[in-house]
């Protein structure tokens, strides 16, 4: 169903259990998920947060501005790109680390082009450092990129099978959508992704699936057109 797709891993799923730092079991079923769906005929691009090592925000209010603490961010992003690469090499998958900012010769610099060539050969490009500029959430640099490389889905790996009317994990009386628009998205302010990469994909027609990551064979799923997590489109 979907042949070229993003996906948005949040760094905390990087983390494990605890959300920080980088969790090798997490990383490698990951890597395993991912290069499963490769395998079978999908080209995959991946954008990595970073709140597993730093969040810009968190440093607001403790002596960091908020444009040095975005950077920090982007550069987390970066350190979870490669050792996500690592594990992905080692499932014998190609990955390519790309950056937003030039960051040569610890990853290649951010060209469409060159990216899309190395899905088109059976790897993935992994983008990383957001858009390169700060006030941007790693979200709206997965919706930015996802357009630009012409994906078909844009796919966003969460611990919750999909989007819930209120936070499941805090409140037992959430309902989960099994689709729903992006008006309503944005109009209720639902905290899946944030409101500019909601518009984004909007504007863009890119539709958005909200899924459980951590379940295994969802992405191969998805590949074969099964109805998995939450559906956002227009």
Do not use: W
């Not at 760094?11 to 769906?37: C, F, H, K, Y």
């Not at 998958?93 to 059976?122: D, H, S």
């Not at 309902?175 to 905290?191: C, N, P, R």
């Amino acid at each position: 169903m979907y042949k070229r797709v993003l996906l948005k891993l949040s760094g905390e799923s990087l983390g494990g259990p605890e959300g920080r730092g980088i969790n090798e079991d997490s990383i490698n079923r990951q890597a395993a998920e991912v290069a499963a769906a490769v395998k079978a005929g999908m080209q995959v691009a991946i954008v990595n947060g970073g709140g597993n090592i730093f969040r810009g925000l968190q440093g607001v209010g403790k002596g960091f501005d908020r444009v040095n603490g975005d950077k920090m961010g982007m550069l987390a992003t970066v350190i979870n790109s490669m050792a996500l690469a690592m594990a992905l090499r080692s499932q014998g998958i190609k990955a390519e680390v790309f950056t937003a900012t030039p960051m040569e010769p610890i990853a290649r610099y951010y060209v469409r082009e060159e990216a899309v060539k190395v899905l088109e050969e059976g790897g993935v490009a992994l983008i990383a450092g957001g858009t390169g500029n700060p006030f941007f959430t790693t979200d709206s640099g997965a919706a930015l990129r996802a357009l630009e490389i012409g994906a078909d889905v844009l796919l966003k790996g969460t611990r919750v099978d999909g989007v819930y009317t209120a936070d499941p994990e805090k409140d037992p009386n959430a309902v989960k959508y099994d689709e729903l628009s992006f008006d309503k998205a944005i109009g209720d302010h639902l905290k899946v992704m944030d409101q500019t990469a909601f518009a984004l994909c909007e504007q863009g027609d890119l539709p958005i699936i909200v899924f459980d990551m951590n379940v295994s064979g969802s992405l191969t799923c998805i590949l074969n057109g099964e109805k998995v997590g939450t559906l956002v489109h227009k």
